[in-house]
């Protein structure tokens, strides 16, 4: 008995059915964050102290911790851009090991290295520095966790500069600090862009590092994801405005950097890196 063949329609079609499940188990619980409060107590809840607190830290702490990433990864990301150095596969493994332990973890080591009776607890509190539960903290806890995706970027935008551009400009008499910034850099900029905005997104959800080193006072040290968590105790519709609030930044900033990427892509179809 032969089989009739299944026509190309026919398995395009099951495809979507198979996508049905896991779509509908992502929009759902955002939906349903949406439909929890309504248009009116968003509003008023967003006029709350509280919230605009929250908000305001969060946008200024991960935004700092963006410029002290760029500041201090960047170096890190173009050493991890040539493979051939000797201790590449040690540094390449540190840089991702923020991004496979659980926050809390990096919140107590955090707190075990800087905290008052930390490794560098005594030297930092006799020049009168005090970093736990301060708004260092919660940059040094975004820091922490969110700069390896910047850093991963950029090495990848670094390695994917042609080699002969680099040797071009040294015989022209370029150093290597102007190789980097006239040559590297610009031809790096889109990965260099979006991991800094990926770092920002991240930063900007960082909950279980702050909350240990950084502590969760309002006004003070309590981002947006700690006044979700306070909210859930004191305020439901506090957390629920905030969460929404988180949903629509990481919605818009994956948009648009998915949007900026392809039409880069569009416009250098030759280039595979991006």
Same mark, same amino acid.
């Given at each position: 008995?032969?089989?009739?063949?299944?026509?190309?329609?026919s398995?395009?079609i099951?495809?979507?059915?198979?996508?049905?499940p896991?779509g509908?188990f992502?929009?759902?619980?955002?939906?349903a964050l949406?439909?929890?409060?309504?248009?009116a107590?968003?509003?008023q809840?967003l006029?709350?102290?509280q919230v605009?607190q929250?908000l305001s830290l969060s946008?200024?702490?991960?935004?700092?911790?963006?410029?002290?990433?760029?500041?201090f990864g960047?170096?890190?990301?173009?050493?991890?851009?040539?493979?051939?150095?000797?201790?590449?596969?040690?540094?390449?493994?540190l840089v991702?090991?923020p991004?496979?332990?659980p926050?809390?973890?990096?919140?107590?080591a955090?707190l075990?290295?800087?905290g008052?009776?930390?490794?560098?607890?005594?030297? %930092?509190?006799?020049?009168?520095?005090? /970093?736990p +539960?301060?708004?260092?903290? &919660?940059?040094? *806890?975004q820091?922490?966790?969110?700069?390896?995706?910047?850093?991963?970027?950029?090495a990848?935008?670094?390695?994917?500069?042609?080699?002969?551009?680099?040797?071009?400009?040294?015989?022209?008499?370029?150093?290597r600090?102007?190789?980097?910034?006239?040559?590297?850099?610009?031809?790096?900029?889109?990965?260099?862009?979006?991991?800094a905005?990926m770092?920002?997104?991240?930063?900007?959800g960082?909950?279980?590092?702050?909350?240990?080193?950084?502590g969760?006072?309002p006004?003070?040290?309590q981002t947006?994801?700690?006044a979700i968590?306070?909210g859930?105790?004191?305020?439901?519709?506090?957390?629920?405005t %905030?969460a929404i609030?988180?949903?629509? /930044?990481a +919605?818009?900033?994956?948009? &648009?950097v998915k *949007?900026?990427?392809?039409?880069q892509?569009?416009?250098n179809p030759n280039?595979?890196?991006?």
């Amino acid at each position: 008995m032969s089989s009739r063949p299944v026509s190309a329609h026919s398995l395009k079609i099951s495809w979507k059915v198979l996508l049905l499940p896991f779509g509908l188990f992502l929009i759902l619980p955002l939906l349903a964050l949406f439909l929890r409060i309504s248009p009116a107590d968003l509003w008023q809840t967003l006029n709350q102290e509280q919230v605009t607190q929250a908000l305001s830290l969060s946008l200024f702490t991960s935004l700092t911790t963006v410029l002290v990433t760029i500041l201090f990864g960047t170096p890190v990301a173009y050493y991890l851009s040539h493979r051939r150095y000797r201790f590449y596969r040690l540094v390449d493994t540190l840089v991702d090991l923020p991004t496979v332990l659980p926050p809390a973890v990096a919140g107590v080591a955090l707190l075990a290295a800087f905290g008052r009776r930390g490794l560098l607890g005594g030297p %930092l509190e006799s020049l009168g520095i005090s /970093l736990p +539960f301060t708004q260092a903290a &919660v940059i040094m *806890a975004q820091t922490f966790i969110a700069a390896p995706l910047y850093i991963k970027a950029a090495a990848l935008g670094f390695s994917g500069v042609d080699c002969e551009l680099r040797k071009a400009a040294a015989l022209d008499g370029a150093s290597r600090w102007q190789t980097f910034r006239y040559i590297i850099v610009p031809m790096s900029w889109v990965a260099l862009l979006s991991g800094a905005v990926m770092t920002w997104a991240r930063a900007l959800g960082e909950f279980g590092a702050t909350i240990i080193f950084a502590g969760n006072f309002p006004g003070r040290t309590q981002t947006m994801p700690l006044a979700i968590y306070i909210g859930f105790e004191i305020d439901l519709n506090v957390a629920l405005t %905030l969460a929404i609030i988180m949903v629509c /930044l990481a +919605f818009l900033i994956l948009v &648009v950097v998915k *949007a900026f990427l392809h039409n880069q892509v569009e416009l250098n179809p030759n280039d595979s890196d991006f």
